[in-house]
């Protein structure tokens, strides 16, 4: 099983603000990876695909980048509805798809 | 734009079974590969497994294997997930979702299952 390790498990920070979340797997996952954030009570909604493709309708201040073991996501400018969980996902395993144990993203 | 939409919450006891459906709209239902995904409260989220209606192959993760059934009813578009011998420790939401390549696009609402007794 492809395991994929997220940090930082939780992030403070301000509206406005740029973050960057990481996700690392334990073997190349090549660029099948994905991205989404999860608010209370709500399903996940996928933000970004193959690693670095914006889903549809998301915002461009949400990129993605890396391939193999090391992934990012980017948030530039943060607004207050992006205070939520993200998670990262391989779909590279099939079918064996795995997820991140999520980042927490909070108000400061 | 598909649709999915689950049945309601659930309360079960230790050893029981429980058996959620996923009613999709909006396209082609057998072209859906239709996965079903669990998050415990305050956890993260697991993979149970997935069914391809139109060839009718299903595959299970490790973990639920042999506890798990995934199945659909092509007349009404409907997809179930079977979870037996249930435990308190599957008190969660179950999800299902559709991917499109190695992602869920897709999601229903969910449906949380309460084991207690």
């Known amino acids: 099983e492809i395991v994929l390790t997220q940090s930082p498990a939780t992030l403070s920070v301000s509206p406005g603000e740029r973050v960057t979340l990481s996700c690392r797997a334990s073997?190349?996952?090549?660029?099948?990876l994905g991205w989404y954030h999860q608010k209370p009570g709500q399903a996940p909604r996928l933000l970004i695909h193959?690693?670095?493709t914006r889903a549809t309708g998301v915002p461009a201040r949400f990129s993605g980048s890396g391939s193999g073991t090391d992934f990012t996501l980017t948030i530039d400018s943060l607004e207050p509805e992006d205070f939520a969980i993200y998670f990262c996902?391989?779909?590279?395993?099939?079918?064996?798809?795995?997820f991140g144990q999520g980042t927490r993203l909070d108000i400061k | 734009q598909v649709q999915l939409v689950q049945s309601g919450a659930e309360v079960k006891k230790p050893g029981s079974s429980v058996k959620v459906s996923c009613k999709a709209s909006?396209?082609?239902?057998?072209?859906?590969?239709i996965n079903w995904v669990r998050q415990v409260p305050g956890q993260g989220l697991e993979w149970m497994g997935g069914?391809?209606?139109?060839?009718?192959?299903?595959n299970y993760a490790q973990k639920f294997q042999g506890r798990v059934t995934i199945t659909t009813d092509d007349s009404t578009s409907t997809a179930y997930m079977e979870l037996t011998s249930l435990r308190s420790e599957d008190t969660a939401v179950f999800y299902c979702?559709?991917?499109?390549?190695?992602?869920?696009?897709?999601w229903g609402q969910g449906t949380l299952v309460t084991v207690s007794s």
């Open positions: 193959d690693a670095s």
């Open positions: 073997q190349s996952v090549r660029n099948n």
């Open positions: 909006g396209g082609t239902f057998s072209n859906y590969p």
């Open positions: 979702a559709i991917p499109r390549g190695g992602t869920f696009d897709f």
């Open positions: 996902q391989q779909g590279s395993d099939w079918p064996g798809m795995t």
């Open positions: 069914i391809i209606p139109i060839y009718g192959t299903v």
